[in-house]
């Protein structure tokens, strides 16, 4: 079977990729520990992103029978909250046959698909940069990436950590295949600061 990239529409690969399993767990009502789910992750965005879990602000509640995965909402968490999620970047190769324009329509199309245009806030450096008002745990678990910051540039191996705080930036995969990257995004509250909130 044949995938198609999100990004360029173009075919990769020759198989899908592996669906990522989760085992999720809870209480039961009777405080006992068990697997609420134990199943592939369905929810994604734009086929670059698979959401694992998604919280909210406020108490989590552990004895839910919810998949919270499926409350995701956009590239950003909720308001006080987080979500956790594998992101599969194709290499950069991919667009080798597209022009600068067609590149940022295409980027433009998927920050939109992830309900985050507003998030692209200058791309003059990449079409891929954006901005989100997030601390994030990214983790490169396969390829090679390379880290678009402002001013400087960083290559990533598999298992470099980069702490993203809030910063304009873009991913590139500047391998021969895809890159597989793990992803936390915590709401850091400076949206909610700037409309008056707590």
Do not use: C
Not at 94 to 119: C, K, S, Y
Not at 120 to 143: A, C, E, F, N
């Amino acid at each position: 079977m044949v995938a198609e990239n999100a990004r360029t529409g173009r075919r990769t690969g020759g198989r899908m990729p592996k669906p990522f399993r989760r085992i999720v767990t809870a209480n039961d009502a009777n405080g006992r520990s068990e697997v609420q789910l134990d199943e592939p992750a369905t929810k994604e965005f734009a086929t670059v992103l698979t959401e694992m879990w998604v919280t909210t602000a406020g108490p989590h509640n552990h004895t839910d029978r919810v998949d919270h995965a499926t409350k995701s909402r956009s590239l950003e968490p909720p308001a006080g909250g987080s979500v956790f999620r594998f992101i599969r970047l194709p290499p950069a190769s991919a667009f080798a046959g597209m022009t600068g324009e067609q590149r940022e329509l295409r980027m433009a199309e998927v920050f939109a698909a992830m309900n985050a245009a507003h998030t692209r806030r200058d791309v003059s450096k990449s079409p891929g940069m954006h901005q989100t008002s997030t601390t994030d745990y990214i983790v490169l678990l396969s390829g090679k990436v390379r880290l678009v910051l402002d001013k400087e540039e960083r290559d990533l191996e598999p298992f470099d950590v980069v702490i993203q705080r809030g910063t304009n930036h873009a991913w590139i995969n500047t391998g021969e295949e895809d890159a597989l990257l793990m992803g936390v995004l915590l709401d850091d509250g400076s949206a909610r600061l700037d409309e008056g909130g707590p």
